[in-house]
């Protein structure tokens, strides 16, 4: 089972219509359960459940070339999300193949026609939404 939160797909599933008919892909990456606040209550303490993600920086060729965001070092993101504007709802060769890819394609939409998570051999994996937030974190100096 993969967990993310609702707030997370908002966001997400924004980007990818925003930037239409474009591709975006970015990272996305995991808080676990015991550390949120809300419906991951239910969840072990230690379930990944991914929160947050990565501004794609959609003026650099080589992110929209190769689907790699060199500017986020690999050990922070531990999944990646992909927008399909022309609807493949799959993974395709073009996609970084991490751990977990999270896909959307139009209407835009969290439904099970336009959003879906695969494991990095493309097969799609049951896909929880939660309703909770990570803790408020402030930018020390």
Same mark, same amino acid.
């Given at each position: ?22 591709? @975006? ?5 995991? %808080? =676990? #359960?015991?550390?949120?606040? /809300?419906?991951?209550?239910?969840? &072990? ?19 929209? @070339? ?5 500017? %986020? =070092? #690999?050990?922070?993101?531990? /999944?990646?999300?992909?927008?399909? &504007? ?13 751990e977990v ?24 994996? &049951? ?15």
């Amino acid at each position: 089972m993969v967990y993310i939160t609702r707030a997370l797909v908002d966001v997400l599933i924004d980007l990818a219509s925003d930037a239409d008919p474009d591709r @975006v892909t970015t990272g996305v990456s995991v %808080t =676990p #359960a015991g550390e949120l606040e /809300g419906a991951a209550d239910e969840l &072990p303490f230690q379930t990944p459940v991914f929160t947050d993600f990565f501004l794609p920086d959609p003026g650099n060729a080589v992110n929209a @070339v190769f689907g790699v965001d060199l500017s %986020t =070092p #690999a050990r922070q993101a531990q /999944g990646q999300f992909v927008s399909h &504007p022309v609807r493949e709802l799959e993974v395709t060769k073009r996609d970084d193949l991490a751990e977990v890819i999270f896909v959307a394609v139009p209407p835009w939409e969290l439904d099970e026609e336009s959003f879906a998570a695969f494991d990095r051999r493309g097969e799609r994996q &049951p896909l929880e939404v939660i309703d909770a937030k990570p803790p408020d974190q402030s930018l020390s100096g």
